[in-house]
């Protein structure tokens, strides 16, 4: 079973600050590795999706890379604003399935 | 997504209740999915279908059954509701079309926030 895992739980950065998120997976036959972020209790709004044929993705103030061969995803916020504060999610395609990390909570203080 | 619809929104029942969560998509997707989201665990799939005749159990899918009564209908129930099925939960669709620039991407609905007292 594929596990994803993101690290760390939780992000406290000042406001200004670029960051990077963590995500990874065990089984690198995906087809595609999705960034989400969620407002607590909300939907989940998407972010960037990246295909396995693709390295990176970008979207204004966010990039989001993508290493196959290591299990590995990040997601990049550049100039951070209190207004990012949410939890941030991946998620990981392969077969039939779509696998979920459990989240990084992050919290921009002004 | 806009395109991907539930109802209800929000839902407290009682223990032991029928409860019935709606799913509506516009999208035109053969592929549609039931997730149930608990603080610290992440999203888990309770049911998925691939179409009208094809419905398969998730990681989860004990205490709950679906319907998919069309293509773009998919509900799932809760038989008995129990405590412990207090949670989010959300609905999800995909078009698996290899040709497509974003093939197998899911689509998310508002979720339904659902409370068994």
């Known amino acids: 079973k594929q596990e994803v895992t993101q690290i760390p739980a939780a992000l406290s950065v000042p406001e200004g600050e670029n960051l990077v998120l963590n995500c990874s997976f065990t089984?690198?036959?995906?087809?595609?590795l999705k960034w989400f972020r969620q407002d607590p209790g909300k939907g989940l709004t998407s972010l960037l999706l990246?295909?396995?044929?693709?390295r990176e993705q970008t979207s204004g103030r966010l990039n989001a890379s993508l290493d196959k061969s290591s299990g590995r995803s990040t997601l990049y916020i550049a100039a951070s604003q209190p207004g990012d504060s949410a939890t941030y999610l991946c998620?990981?395609?392969?077969?039939?399935?779509?696998?979920f990390g459990t989240g990084t909570s992050l919290t921009v203080i002004p | 997504d806009a395109d991907v619809t539930q109802t209800p929104r929000n839902r407290i029942t009682k223990t032991g209740k029928r409860i019935m969560l709606e799913c509506s998509q516009t999208?035109?997707?053969?592929?549609m999915y039931w997730y149930r989201q608990d603080p610290g665990l992440g999203l888990r799939l309770i049911y998925y279908?691939?179409?009208?005749?094809?419905?398969n159990k998730g990681e989860i899918s004990d205490g709950y059954s679906v319907s998919r009564q069309a293509q773009a209908k998919f509900s799932l129930s809760l038989e008995s509701a129990i405590p412990n099925q207090t949670a989010l939960y959300f609905c999800?669709?995909?078009?698996?079309?290899?040709?497509?620039?974003?093939?197998?991407?899911?689509?998310f609905g508002p979720g339904t926030r659902l409370t068994v007292l």
């Open positions: 999800a669709t995909s078009d698996f079309e290899p040709a497509a620039a974003n093939y197998n991407e899911q689509f």
């Open positions: 089984d690198s036959a995906i087809y595609n």
């Open positions: 990246i295909q396995s044929s693709q």
């Open positions: 998620a990981v395609n392969i077969g039939n399935q779509f696998y």
């Open positions: 999208k035109g997707h053969d592929r």
């Open positions: 279908s691939f179409d009208v005749k094809d419905i």
